[in-house]
């Protein structure tokens, strides 16, 4: 059972920085791209960044710069760097991991981490 652990949100005072962290656990034949994406009150859900197994990354132009994603494939954990926070960087943060299966890749999701940027 595929199942990923984010941790490192919290309450941020703008130009700040913080961490996520998101272990995933469970796929036998283990994870292809791995990424976070955030979903803002009244928003829809967007990407942030990703990474895939061989290190290749892409994020959105609201966070270059300011955001790095990278991962420890040993581990099955990617992370989140974020700094210069700012306030519209405020929303509820999402794992996301593919599951690498014999027929195809499968979605899978974290449960969210809150990310408030406030002073």
């Known amino acids: 059972q595929v199942q990923l652990v984010e941790s490192g949100g919290g309450l941020v005072q703008p130009g700040g920085s913080l961490r996520l962290s998101c272990a995933a656990s469970?796929?036998?034949?283990?994870?292809?791209?791995m990424g976070w994406y955030r979903q803002a009150p009244g928003k829809q859900r967007e990407l942030v960044a990703h990474i895939t197994s061989g290190g290749s990354t892409n994020s959105a132009d609201s966070v270059k710069g300011r955001f790095t994603i990278s991962r420890d494939n040993a581990k099955n954990t990617v992370y989140l760097q974020m700094n210069s926070l700012k306030p519209e960087d405020t929303a509820v943060y999402y794992c996301?991991?593919?599951?690498?299966?014999?027929?195809?890749?499968?979605?899978?999701w974290g449960q969210g981490t809150q990310v408030t940027v406030s002073s």
């Open positions: 469970g796929s036998f034949l283990g994870f292809g791209t």
């Open positions: 996301n991991a593919k599951s690498l299966g014999y027929r195809g890749e499968y979605d899978y």
